[in-house]
C-alpha cells in the first residue's frame, strides 16, 4: 500500500450538480497531483499542488478546481459535471516538485458515474 | 501538443517468454520515464523507471531502455509469469525547472495477458 487515500470510492451523480473528492498524500510528502482515467485510456494530468498553490495544469476547463491544505491533504472540484467527467479519478502525491518528486504513489481512485 | 504513445495496445504472450512495449515521447524536455502496472480495479503501482541521463535499468525480470535521441523507451518482461497479466502504461515526466511546472504525460496502455 501507498498511504495514499482517497474519499469516497464511488460517486454517482446526476449532469449538472457538483462534487468533491478528497485525497490524502503520504507522510512526508507535499506535492498533490489529480488525474482522470476514462475506461481503457491511460490517465491524464489534471493539475499539481506544491505546498498549498496549483503548480501545473493539464488541458482541463476552469470548471475543475481543486485546494491543497496546510497537511498537504487535497480536494478536487468538478462544477456543473457532464456525462463524460464519468471516469476514475486518482490523486497522487510525491515528495518534491524538484527534487527526485517525480516517483508518483497514486491513491485507489475514486469512480465518479455521471448521469 | 506533446504527446505519448504506446505499443501495442493489447499483447498476449506465452508463459516464460519474454514481452516488449515501446513508447515514443515528443517532449524534449521530458526527463525520466516511469513504467506503471494497474491491475484491474487497483490503483497503478510503479515497477521501473528511467532517468534521462540512463540508456538502460534492469530489475530482475524488467528491464527498461531508454533512446534519447530518437524520443523512445521500451520495457522488456522477460520470463513472464502468469502474474504480469495487468495494463502498463509508459510516462514522460518533465521537472520543473524555475517558473516551469512539471508536466507528466502518461500513454494509453497495454493490455498484456499471458497464457498459461
Known amino acids: 500500500e501507498t498511504g495514499v487515500t482517497q474519499s469516497p470510492t464511488h460517486l454517482i451523480k446526476t449532469r449538472g450538480q457538483q462534487v468533491t473528492l478528497r485525497c490524502s498524500s503520504q507522510?512526508?510528502?507535499?506535492?498533490v497531483s489529480w488525474y482522470q482515467q476514462a475506461l481503457g485510456q491511460g490517465p491524464q494530468f489534471i493539475f499539481q499542488?506544491?505546498?498549498?498553490?496549483?503548480?501545473g495544469r493539464g488541458n482541463f476547463p476552469p470548471r475543475f478546481s481543486g485546494l491543497q491544505f496546510p497537511n498537504y491533504s487535497s480536494e478536487l472540484n468538478v462544477n456543473a459535471l457532464e456525462l463524460d467527467d464519468s471516469a476514475l479519478y486518482l490523486c497522487?502525491?510525491?515528495?518534491?516538485?524538484?527534487?527526485?518528486?517525480?516517483?508518483?504513489?497514486f491513491g485507489s481512485g475514486t469512480q465518479l458515474s455521471v448521469l | 501538443g506533446e504527446n505519448v504513445e504506446q505499443h501495442p495496445s493489447t499483447l498476449s504472450v506465452q508463459e516464460g517468454d519474454s514481452a516488449v512495449i515501446k513508447c515514443t515521447y515528443s517532449?524534449?524536455?521530458?526527463?525520466?520515464f516511469p513504467w506503471y502496472k494497474q491491475e484491474l480495479g487497483k490503483r497503478p503501482q510503479l515497477i521501473i523507471d528511467?532517468?534521462?541521463?540512463?540508456g538502460e535499468k534492469k530489475d530482475q525480470r524488467i528491464a527498461v531502455t531508454l533512446n534519447k535521441t530518437a524520443k523512445h523507451f521500451s520495457l522488456h518482461i522477460t520470463e513472464t509469469q502468469p502474474e504480469d497479466s495487468a495494463v502498463y502504461f509508459c510516462?514522460?515526466?518533465?521537472?520543473?525547472?524555475?517558473?516551469?511546472?512539471?508536466?507528466?504525460?502518461f500513454g494509453s496502455g497495454t493490455r498484456l495477458s499471458i497464457r498459461p
Open positions: 497522487a502525491s510525491s515528495l518534491d516538485t524538484q527534487s527526485r518528486g517525480e516517483k508518483l504513489f
Open positions: 507522510s512526508g510528502h507535499n506535492t
Open positions: 499542488y506544491y505546498r498549498e498553490e496549483e503548480n
Open positions: 517532449d524534449s524536455a521530458s526527463n525520466y
Open positions: 528511467i532517468r534521462s541521463n540512463v
Open positions: 510516462a514522460a515526466f518533465r521537472t520543473a525547472v524555475r517558473s516551469s511546472a512539471s508536466k507528466i504525460i
